[in-house]
């Protein structure tokens, strides 16, 4: 077993979201409270996950797969947990 294999699984329906954003079927509510998560994870994440990324970054729902990867990589069990959120 790839040891991406449970990363792949939680961010394909991440990006087919993002695919259905663009086709306007992934309800706008719910795209603007994911991307309020990412950001605030961003935010309160960054020199312990995102330090390689600006920290004025402006997140936006494209950005919730990298979130997601570098909360698994370096976030700790909270920093899991809320990648988990995010994968919903």
């Not at 719910?30 to 970054?57: G, N, S, T």
Request: aromatic share 6%.
């Amino acid at each position: 077993m790839d040891a991406q294999e449970p990363l792949k699984g939680c961010l394909a329906p991440i990006g087919r979201q993002g695919d259905s954003i663009s086709e306007g079927t992934l309800p706008a509510a719910e795209a603007r409270d994911r991307v309020r998560v990412a950001r605030r994870a961003f935010r309160d994440y960054h020199a312990q996950c995102f330090w390689y990324l600006r920290p004025d970054m402006q997140v936006t729902l494209g950005d919730v797969p990298e979130i997601v990867r570098g909360l698994r990589r370096n976030g700790g069990r909270k920093g899991f947990l809320l990648a988990a959120r995010l994968c919903r």
